[in-house]
């Protein structure tokens, strides 16, 4: 049984939110925009309205047509997730290169695909929104950010390195090319599970250990633990938007008091 809260807010410091966070359907996006005036939030919509559509229609029509291929040697939450991204990138671009007002528009995008025949996530990531696995007290990230700062932890050329002023800019994002690279992953679910899907307004105000601490202390109340998430990164600063979903997985009894059931409409 899934149990979830999602929840997103402005922040301190700015007029807009240009997150976009979805959570139906055992479907959880979370999506940060980026581009000016409304460009951003234009962005995040679209890759939300995207993804959201396909994963549905791939349910529904049994005879869709996959666009990017159907790989054989991944699953098919795995392909759904994959083409949906794929499709919502190209929308995004499409858009942000045919409107002078969207012009360099884009987003990073962090979606989890829960299975509804066995205890199984299906994941993927472009940008710096991040996954989390909480397990038996200890808290996992999942994804690794595509910045320049990682590229220079993880070995990258030294031009990385030497520009420290380039540290937090992205290597990736959706709607900067027609099309996007990146891995799905799929990880086997334990009973007491928690996954957590952010924005880096979140992980950029609260550390992980913080975060640990929060839902832990929360972990029966979803709802509880999310808001708390959401006030501390606001009270560490809020300097952007802050978005988190908060996902539960429960092999047997009743969803745990409250967060019970999927959010309907985001």
Known sequence: MISCHAQTDV????????????????????????????AGE????????????????????AEITWPYGFQRNTSFDGNRLRTGIKLANRAVFRKGTYLEAYRGMGTT?????????????????????????IRESVIHQLTHDDSWANLSLEGGPPEYSANAAKKNLLT???????????????????????????????????????????VSAREADLEDA????????????????????????HFSGEARKRGHGLVPDL
């Open 42 to 61: 234009v962005a995040s919509q679209l890759e939300i309205d995207v993804i959201a559509a396909f994963v549905r229609q791939s349910v529904e029509d």
């Open 109 to 133: 995008v962090a979606a989890m695909i829960m299975s509804q025949s066995g205890p199984l996530m299906t994941y993927a990531h472009v940008g710096d929104s991040r996954l989390y696995l």
């Open 172 to 214: 990736k994002a959706l709607g900067m090319l027609e099309d996007v690279g990146f891995e799905v992953m799929e990880r086997e679910l334990n009973d007491g599970d928690v996954v957590l899907l952010c924005s880096d307004g979140l992980t950029n105000m609260v550390p992980d250990q913080s975060i640990l601490d929060i």
């Open 226 to 249: 999310c808001s708390a998430l959401v006030a501390e990164a606001n009270a560490q600063g809020g300097r952007d938007n802050i978005s988190a979903i908060l996902v539960g997985y």
């Open 11 to 38: 922040g301190r410091h700015r007029s807009s939110n240009e997150d976009a966070i979805l959570a139906r359907d055992n479907l959880f996006v979370v999506c940060d925009g980026m581009g000016g005036h409304t």
